[in-house]
């Protein structure tokens, strides 16, 4: 299949009514939404330029003035046959990018890089970010795409949007979007600073017992002077 062809099928994705998250409907009307499409999540073949886009996404989202900006990371060449299965392809992956991230930069500073933290926030090029699961077999009928993907939402658009007092009326939109198409609100849902936000990242329910595979191979102490993608 031709990536163009899985991008646009990505994009009508996004742009269905059905699809809750404003924030990404957003950033593609916006023209802030780049896609790219790797081959099978559990290789690690495509690491290093899927980091190469996510830096070049970095560069390009300081310098906009504008608010929503995403990465897509498509894999069309994994079958998902459970939410289990792309729970441990999605850990594996963020693992892989983030040891290879950390040869370079140190963590965002202004997030923890425990995920048991409350302040936790995945980082990738001295960036933080809040990192979404997408596949056809998510519990969540929001999550359902054709494909295995993983998306990437800079974690201080969230931070700038709650000083525009922005935030809780566009969270307030997501829910209600939800509620409307999955029939209920995602048991996994907190703000940021109430829990880890790793329990919304795949979509998946998780026991009361399940602790986060991740851990960060960076530099954990703070810094003033960190090094930028």
Not at 72 to 85: H, K, Q, R
């Amino acid at each position: 299949m031709k990536e163009k062809e899985i991008i646009n099928q990505f994009t009508s994705f996004i742009e269905s009514k059905t699809f809750p998250c404003v924030a990404a409907k957003a950033a593609f009307t916006k023209k802030q939404l780049k896609v790219i499409v790797a081959e099978h999540m559990a290789c690690p073949k495509d690491d290093r330029s899927i980091l190469e886009a996510i830096y070049n996404f970095i560069k390009d989202y300081r310098q906009s003035e504008k608010l929503f900006h995403s990465i897509a990371v498509i894999f069309p060449y994994t079958e998902i046959e459970n939410e289990i299965m792309y729970d441990q392809l999605f850990w594996k992956r963020l693992q892989a990018l983030a040891d290879l991230d950390a040869e370079k930069f140190e963590y965002d500073y202004r997030v923890d890089s425990e995920p048991d933290s409350e302040n936790f926030s995945f980082s990738l090029g001295n960036e933080a970010f809040f990192v979404i699961g997408l596949h056809p077999k998510s519990s969540r009928k929001a999550r359902q795409f054709k494909y295995p993907a993983i998306v990437f939402n800079p974690h201080a658009q969230f931070e700038q949007l709650r000083e525009n007092k922005q935030y809780v009326k566009m969270k307030n939109i997501v829910r209600k979007k939800d509620i409307a198409y999955s029939g209920d609100i995602n048991p996994m849902l907190e703000d940021f600073g109430e829990s880890s936000e790793v329990y919304q990242y795949t979509g998946r329910q998780y026991s009361e017992s399940w602790k986060c595979p991740f851990h960060s191979n960076h530099n954990q102490t703070h810094h003033e002077h960190n090094q930028s993608a």
